[in-house]
Nanobody, 124 residues
Framework: QVQLVESGGGLVQAGGSLRLSCAASGRTLSSYAMGWFRQAPGKEREFVAAISRRGSSTDYADSVKGRFTISRDNAQNTVYLQMNSLNADDTAVYYC?????????????????WGQGTQVTVSS
């Protein structure tokens, strides 16, 4: 069992940047591939990015590729999402999640452990 807590959200102007953090406790972060998902008002939660247990592999949704970077520091039990060139379509609650499966995945069913989310609002 792992507990995940997101932080770093807030209000940012279009074109700006934010760095989200996800702190884990209860179990070593290295046991999990990690993902970031987001949910905008009135929409379903969608995949954003994923990173393998050691950080050697990453995957990004097309909508964020080239703008967002997922990374992790297993020694600090933390995963990050660096978000650059933000636009209004990035406004959402962002969730981190842990995946005990061997490989990366984009489907929510693969992620059994979820944080509470952090709000990101991008003003235009």
């Amino acid at each position: 069992q792992v507990q995940l807590v997101e932080s770093g959200g807030g209000l940012v102007q279009a074109g700006g940047s934010l760095r989200l953090s996800c702190a884990a406790s209860g179990r070593t972060l290295s046991s999990y591939a990690m993902g970031w998902f987001r949910q905008a008002p009135g929409k379903e939660r969608e995949f954003v990015a994923a990173i393998s247990r050691r950080g050697s592999s990453t995957d990004y949704a097309d909508s964020v590729k080239g703008r967002f970077t997922i990374s992790r520091d297993n020694a600090q039990n933390t995963v990050y999402l660096q978000m650059n060139s933000l636009n209004a379509d990035d406004t959402a609650v962002y969730y981190c999640a842990g995946n005990l499966n061997n490989g990366l995945g984009r489907t929510q069913a693969l992620y059994g452990y979820w944080g509470q989310g952090t709000q990101v609002t991008v003003s235009s």
